[in-house]
């Protein structure tokens, strides 16, 4: 019995001619959530495909919740798995309530559980009773998770769930992520929209041409890029010159909109550089310190694979 919920040991999956997926390695861990992000075509899919069971390696291994997710002795295990696809397409003349007891029978999952799914997902029972061709993306959205969650699974994907999404739904999409996650619940997510995902997830997964170029938690990954910090000083336009003399090019100074001046330094000279500006220096009203987004990390990660 391994400790992981998922293991992929070197798998490759070639489409003909394409290496979708190339001598990846990766582990989830029970509890954790992963998001996995790269270009469009990085082999995101591809991997959530070759983990569900719907394809299988063309080499290497998977082994999802202890067995193979491809072998047909395996669909109990199937059954544990929720999977939330890019883009969901459901019958626009079914209710939503018919849509979730057809999922339901086809998982084989209990249907007495629907209601409760209704209201973790924030569905409101006029909505349930209406026929899915009627429903905003937003509830399209509500409905697709609800259909992931059926069975109460231990390994959740959910690929590109908050695309076309407002930012209040977003919210409340990531929080029954965090819930789900503090039941056990491993959660895989891909997306785009990188600077959501910061505070989301656990660890970072990197791909890029199918293969798997950065995995670690963000404080990892920031250490590894060892991209500079950034720090943001509001203060007086006329005390600009004299900071920008004293701290000295090396501190890369840029002067941004409303008297505030931008300075680029390593992570571990922030705090020295700090105590400079706020012993000796000019009066300054407020400081940001700006840690490197994903998004930088990401386009840091993706130039060391082209250079090597
Ligand atoms: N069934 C398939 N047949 C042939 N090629 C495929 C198939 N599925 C994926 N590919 C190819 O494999 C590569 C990886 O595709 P994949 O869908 O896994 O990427 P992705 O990272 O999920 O992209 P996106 O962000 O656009 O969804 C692409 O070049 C794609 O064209």
């Known amino acids: 019995m391994t400790d992981f919920t998922a293991e992929v040991q070197g798998v490759t999956k070639r489409y003909g001619e394409t290496e979708a997926v190339r001598g990846v390695d990766l582990t989830l861990a029970p509890g954790e959530c992963v998001a996995m992000v790269g270009h469009n075509g990085a082999g995101k899919s591809s991997l959530i495909k070759l983990m569900l069971g719907l394809t299988t390696p063309s080499e290497g291994r998977i082994r999802v919740l202890g067995g193979d997710p491809a072998s047909a002795a395996c669909s109990p295990i199937r059954r544990r798995i929720g999977f939330l696809p890019e883009n969901v397409a459901f019958h626009p003349n079914m209710t939503g309530r018919e849509t979730l007891d057809f999922y339901a029978r086809l998982k084989g999952a209990p249907r007495g559980g629907n209601d409760a799914l209704f209201e973790r997902v924030g569905l409101e029972p006029a909505a349930i009773r209406r026929r899915v061709g009627t429903y905003s993306k937003g509830m399209r959205q509500r409905l697709a998770l609800a259909q992931a969650l059926l069975g109460g699974p231990r390994l959740l994907f959910l690929d590109e769930p908050t695309t076309g ?63 500079p910090v950034r720090i943001r000083l509001t203060m007086p336009a006329a005390d600009i010159d004299d900071l920008v003399r004293r701290v000295g090019e090396g501190a890369a100074p840029t002067r941004l909109a409303g008297g505030v001046v931008e300075l680029a330094c390593a992570n571990d000279d922030k705090v020295g550089l700090v105590r400079r500006i706020a012993c000796d220096g000019p009066a300054v009203h407020d400081i940001e310190i700006v840690q490197p987004s994903l998004d930088e990390m990401y386009a840091h990660f993706l130039r060391r694979e082209a250079a090597e």
Request: glycine share 6%; with cysteine; aromatic share 4%.
């Open 165 to 227: 999404l407002d930012p209040a739904l977003r919210q409340s999409f990531y929080a029954i992520v965090a819930e789900l996650r503090d039941q056990g619940t491993t959660v895989l997510l891909c997306s785009h929209a990188l600077t959501e995902l910061e505070g989301q997830a656990d660890r970072v997964v990197v791909m890029n041409r199918g293969r798997k170029v950065a995995d670690g938690s963000l404080a990892t990954l920031r250490s590894l890029a060892r991209l």
